[in-house]
T-cell receptor
Framework: DVKVTQSSRYLVKRTGEKVFLECVQD?????MFWYRQDPGLGLRLIYF???????EKGDIPEGYSVSREKKERFSLILESASTNQTSMYLC???????????FGPGTRLTVL | GQSLEQPSEVTAVEGAIVQINCTYQ??????LSWYQQHDGGAPTFLSY????GLEETGRFSSFLSRSDSYGYLLLQELQMKDSASYFC????????????FGAGTRLFVKA
């Protein structure tokens, strides 16, 4: 079974704090993705990584950065959290055929 | 620009058949997939169509027409547990690494 885990299910932070969201996968996959999900907007790609230390911006990278120092771990960083970053954050990896994605359980982040 | 359109919500009764449509406008189209998401849960993969036609997986079927940039998810013999959000998604971009998701269709199944 594919396993994608995220460090927290729920997180509450204050405006201006630096926030780290961690994602770990056990499939040794090169590609990892970070999405945010908001009602009525679906899932939007923030960043993805196609190998260790390699990253590409998705559709909404502003206000975020990422880190991929080890193949199994992909971190999403909010340098200075803002209230409009309150959202559900989902990490994903592709399946072996790249036709599907497997998601972690998500982190619901609230920025006060 | 890139966009996927699907209805925001659909209501149906238990045992019925429901069709959720999706139209898309993207670049470098590779295929159309569908995901199910229950409240509080993560999206889970249901189906993928790369070629025109109907793919059947148990009670769920998915259809694609590339010439019409259109697809649908068909759910038969609806059960209460099918109440969830359903997302269509397009694999696109260079190498097909990127997936663009629709806003989702909330399905309510009534007894």
């Amino acid at each position: 079974d594919v396993k994608v885990t995220q460090s927290s299910r729920y997180l509450v932070k204050r405006t201006g704090e630096k926030v780290f969201l961690e994602c770990v996968q056990d499939m040794d996959h090169e590609n990892m993705f970070w999405y945010r999900q908001d009602p009525g907007l679906g899932l939007r790609l923030i960043y993805f990584s196609y190998d260790v230390k390699m990253k590409e911006k998705g559709d909404i990278p502003e206000g975020y950065s990422v880190s991929r120092e080890k193949k199994e771990r992909f971190s999403l960083i909010l340098e200075s959290a803002s209230t409009n970053q309150t959202s559900m954050y989902l990490c994903a990896i592709p399946g072996s055929s790249y036709n599907e994605q497997f998601f972690g359980p998500g982190t619901r982040l609230t920025v006060l | 620009g890139q966009s996927l359109e699907q209805p925001s919500e659909v209501t149906a009764v238990e045992g019925a058949i429901v069709q959720i449509n999706c139209t898309y406008q993207t670049s470098g189209f590779y295929g159309l997939s569908w995901y199910q998401q229950h409240d509080g849960g993560a999206p889970t993969f249901l189906s993928y169509n790369a070629l025109d036609g109907l793919e059947e997986t148990g009670r769920f079927s998915s259809f694609l027409s590339r010439s019409d940039s259109y697809g649908y998810l068909l759910l038969q013999e609806l059960q209460m547990k099918d109440s969830a959000s359903y997302f269509c998604a397009v694999k696109e971009g260079t190498g097909g690494f990127k997936t663009i998701f629709g806003a989702g269709t909330r399905l309510f199944v009534k007894a």
